[in-house]
Nanobody, 114 residues
Framework: QVQLVESGGGLVQPGGSTKLSCAVSGINFVLEMMAWYRQVPGKEREFVASITGNLASVYSGSVKGRFTISRDNVGGMVYLQMNNLKPEDTAVYYC????????WGQGTQVTVSS
């Protein structure tokens, strides 16, 4: 059974930083491309970043240079380091195993506000 459990986030001031974590189980993690998405109410889920098992990463234009995706292939963890946060980064953040299209975790809320 595939499980994705996100944690971290919370309330952060503009310009601040936070780090999200995602614990992954039930898949062959090393072979899986992992990604972070985010969603705000009334809008579609938006791609943020992805990382392959051999650590090649891709970022959306809106977060490139501010966010860093990483992974621990031994521990089955995916991370998203978020720096220089902006109010428009406010969203629920989800990690995702790209081969399992319909499986999502509960997400974690990030609110950027003073």
């Amino acid at each position: 059974q595939v499980q994705l459990v996100e944690s971290g986030g919370g309330l952060v001031q503009p310009g601040g930083s936070t780090k999200l974590s995602c614990a992954v189980s039930g898949i062959n993690f090393v072979l899986e491309m992992m990604a972070w998405y985010r969603q705000v109410p009334g809008k579609e889920r938006e791609f943020v970043a992805s990382i392959t098992g051999n650590l090649a990463s891709v970022y959306s234009g809106s977060v490139k240079g501010r966010f860093t995706i990483s992974r621990d292939n031994v521990g089955g963890m995916v991370y998203l380091q978020m720096n220089n946060l902006k109010p428009e980064d406010t969203a629920v953040y989800y990690c995702h195993a790209e081969s399992y299209a319909s499986i999502w975790g509960q997400g974690t809320q990030v609110t950027v506000s003073s």
